[in-house]
């Protein structure tokens, strides 16, 4: 069986990457590794959503999620095209009124510390309060910054906690369904605090979850619209974001290389397939195969507009109807949080081979000028096989054709994955491997200048009438 995961490569993607020498030079220029970054193809995520929306005749607001990439590229871009954004900090919201957002178009999410606070306050940005006690935060804060002489009204959404009869999997977010009462009451008796709307946030690839978290937050805002109370503006439901995505071209090839993984482990990794035995999760005990593996599914039958089709013609549990037309007929406006679906394909990440080593035991290494906190959100491992950026040098001697992929930290543990990596031809130093679709959370999240390596730099590729043009990110203009 084949153990090969080849990525997927939109056609707006590939486009760039024929775009060798430019590559070259850019790598040439500002080292290894380099992120790139693709705002059209961010853009284009952008009106897919809306036009989703608009084809169900729902209303919506498309926040970015600007905890996904760094770019500030992107940000501009979106600014420029009428998105809103979300933000996750007070240096996010720095970053997204540079980048032009007004505060009317940004949306304050997770915790926020007092500056936070003040900040969205002073700039009239939407904050969706995780719990009660945020709410007499913001109101002893407006107390002092406006007073009681000048009075406004802070935009508000409450996030809904994520009921027990939904998931047994414990929600760190949110207003638990027992203290919802008390969080309105809250607002009645506020001098300051105008309430929107309801959110939740379900990171889940259940759709039927999302279906029932809808129905719990479209209930609750129903019972809320009735009363007419000057601190209530209820138009808005927050569904939050969390939309998987595909990032390989083959269905096989992901099944095959699970059964491959799991054949493997069972035989104690003759092949070596995973680094030091490590098995990605799997182990044996007893003969059998125990445990889970260590990685995201890379491979996703659906893409995110289609899990999101589905969510909004599911049926609403009080009459039957699909959510979009209850939606539409109540004037609900529906928000989403996307973040990786957001820059899914908007960049991809390029790293230069640095020399290439065989261990004592005969395993191959081929050493990068990158390291794992190059290309990794979260602890679990990278999976798709990179493309190659072949260089104009023979490199035949130490060509090898798989191998692991290591990085250069002087660590032990810096392996860009543990899994065996293949190539489907000879690399060599010199060569350019290419990380598709790593501006979804991959490429900056984790960012580490550790051993004071240096972090990548993000260029911004733009096709215009006269051909491929590139910037800086922090000098990109939208013509």
């Given at each position: 069986?084949?153990?090969?995961?080849?990525?997927?490569?939109?056609?707006?993607?590939?486009?760039?990457l024929r775009?060798e020498?430019?590559?070259?030079?850019?790598?040439?220029?500002?080292g290894?590794?380099?992120?790139?970054?693709?705002?059209?193809?961010?853009?284009?995520?952008?009106?897919?959503f809306?036009a989703?929306?608009?084809?169900l005749?729902v209303?919506?607001?498309?926040y970015?999620?600007?905890?996904?990439?760094?770019?500030?590229?992107?940000?501009r871009?979106?600014?420029?095209?009428?998105?809103?954004?979300?933000?996750a900090?007070?240096?996010?919201?720095?970053?997204?009124?540079?980048?032009?957002?007004?505060?009317?178009?940004?949306?304050?999410?997770?915790?926020?510390?007092?500056?936070?606070?003040?900040?969205?306050?002073?700039?009239?940005?939407?904050?969706?309060?995780?719990?009660?006690?945020?709410?007499d935060?913001?109101?002893?804060l407006?107390?002092?910054?406006?007073?009681p002489?000048?009075?406004?009204?802070?935009?508000?959404?409450?996030?809904?906690?994520?009921?027990?009869?939904?998931?047994n999997?414990?929600?760190?977010?949110?207003?638990?369904?027992?203290?919802?009462?008390?969080?309105?009451?809250r607002?009645?008796?506020?001098?300051?605090?105008?309430?929107?709307?309801?959110?939740?946030?379900?990171?889940t690839?259940?759709?039927s979850?999302?279906?029932?978290?809808l129905?719990?937050a479209?209930?609750?805002?129903?019972?809320?619209k009735?009363?007419?109370?000057?601190?209530?503006?209820?138009?808005?439901?927050?569904?939050?974001?969390?939309?998987?995505?595909?990032?390989?071209?083959?269905?096989?090839e992901?099944?095959?290389?699970i059964?491959?993984?799991?054949?493997?482990?069972?035989?104690?990794?003759?092949?070596?397939l995973?680094?030091?035995?490590?098995?990605?999760?799997?182990n044996?005990?007893?003969?059998?195969?125990?445990?889970?593996?260590?990685?995201?599914?890379?491979?996703?039958p659906?893409?995110?507009?289609?899990?999101?089709r589905?969510?909004?013609?599911?049926?609403?549990?009080?009459?039957?109807?699909?959510?979009?037309?209850?939606?539409?007929?109540?004037?609900?406006?529906?928000?989403?949080?996307?973040?990786?679906?957001?820059f899914?394909?908007?960049?991809?990440?390029?790293?230069?081979?640095?020399h290439?080593?065989?261990?004592?035991?005969?395993?191959?290494?081929?050493?990068?000028?990158?390291?794992?906190?190059?290309?990794?959100?979260?602890?679990?491992?990278?999976?798709?096989?990179?493309?190659?950026?072949?260089?104009?040098?023979d490199?035949s001697?130490?060509?090898?054709g798989?191998?692991?992929?290591?990085?250069?930290?002087?660590?032990?543990?810096?392996?860009?994955s543990r899994r065996?990596?293949?190539?489907?031809?000879?690399?060599?130093?010199?060569?350019?491997?290419?990380?598709?679709?790593?501006?979804?959370?991959?490429?900056d999240?984790?960012?580490?200048?550790?051993?004071?390596?240096?972090?990548?730099?993000?260029?911004?590729?733009?096709?215009?009438?006269?051909?491929?043009?590139?910037?800086?990110?922090?000098?990109?203009?939208?013509l």
């Amino acid at each position: 069986m084949s153990s090969r995961l080849t990525p997927y490569v939109c056609p707006e993607v590939d486009a760039y990457l024929r775009e060798e020498e430019v590559l070259r030079s850019l790598i040439r220029t500002y080292g290894s590794p380099l992120n790139v970054v693709l705002p059209e193809v961010a853009f284009g995520n952008y009106q897919k959503f809306n036009a989703l929306f608009e084809s169900l005749g729902v209303r919506s607001t498309v926040y970015l999620a600007a905890k996904a990439n760094k770019s500030k590229a992107i940000a501009r871009r979106m600014a420029f095209s009428g998105s809103s954004i979300d933000v996750a900090s007070l240096g996010e919201l720095s970053d997204a009124l540079i980048a032009g957002f007004s505060g009317e178009r940004i949306e304050a999410t997770g915790p926020k510390n007092d500056e936070f606070l003040k900040s969205c306050v002073l700039h009239k940005v939407l904050i969706n309060v995780d719990d009660i006690h945020e709410l007499d935060r913001i109101e002893a804060l407006c107390s002092e910054l406006i007073g009681p002489m000048h009075p406004v009204r802070v935009p508000i959404y409450i996030r809904l906690a994520i009921p027990r009869r939904i998931t047994n999997r414990p929600d760190r977010f949110g207003v638990p369904p027992a203290e919802v009462a008390a969080a309105v009451a809250r607002v009645r008796t506020s001098s300051y605090l105008l309430l929107k709307g309801f959110s939740f946030h379900f990171s889940t690839d259940k759709v039927s979850e999302r279906v029932a978290m809808l129905n719990e937050a479209l209930q609750t805002f129903i019972v809320y619209k009735k009363e007419q109370h000057p601190n209530f503006a209820l138009t808005d439901i927050d569904i939050g974001g969390g939309y998987l995505i595909n990032h390989l071209a083959s269905k096989t090839e992901w099944d095959e290389f699970i059964s491959t993984l799991k054949a493997s482990v069972l035989q104690g990794d003759q092949t070596e397939l995973t680094w030091n035995r490590s098995g990605l999760g799997f182990n044996v005990e007893g003969g059998k195969l125990r445990g889970s593996k260590s990685f995201s599914d890379y491979y996703q039958p659906k893409n995110q507009f289609e899990t999101l089709r589905e969510i909004l013609l599911s049926p609403f549990d009080d009459t039957g109807s699909p959510l979009a037309d209850v939606l539409r007929d109540l004037g609900v406006r529906i928000c989403i949080e996307p973040g990786q679906s957001f820059f899914d394909q908007a960049g991809f990440t390029a790293a230069k081979i640095m020399h290439i080593k065989k261990t004592e035991h005969g395993q191959t290494l081929i050493v990068l000028d990158m390291n794992r906190t190059n290309i990794n959100a979260t602890d679990q491992e990278y999976m798709p096989d990179p493309l190659v950026l072949f260089s104009k040098t023979d490199g035949s001697r130490d060509a090898v054709g798989e191998g692991f992929l290591v990085g250069n930290l002087c660590l032990p543990a810096d392996f860009i994955s543990r899994r065996k990596f293949f190539f489907g031809q000879p690399v060599s130093v010199g060569d350019v491997l290419l990380f598709m679709n790593t501006a979804p959370y991959l490429m900056d999240f984790s960012e580490s200048t550790t051993l004071k390596q240096r972090v990548a730099r993000k260029i911004a590729l733009v096709r215009r009438a006269e051909g491929v043009e590139w910037y800086e990110d922090e000098n990109y203009i939208h013509l």
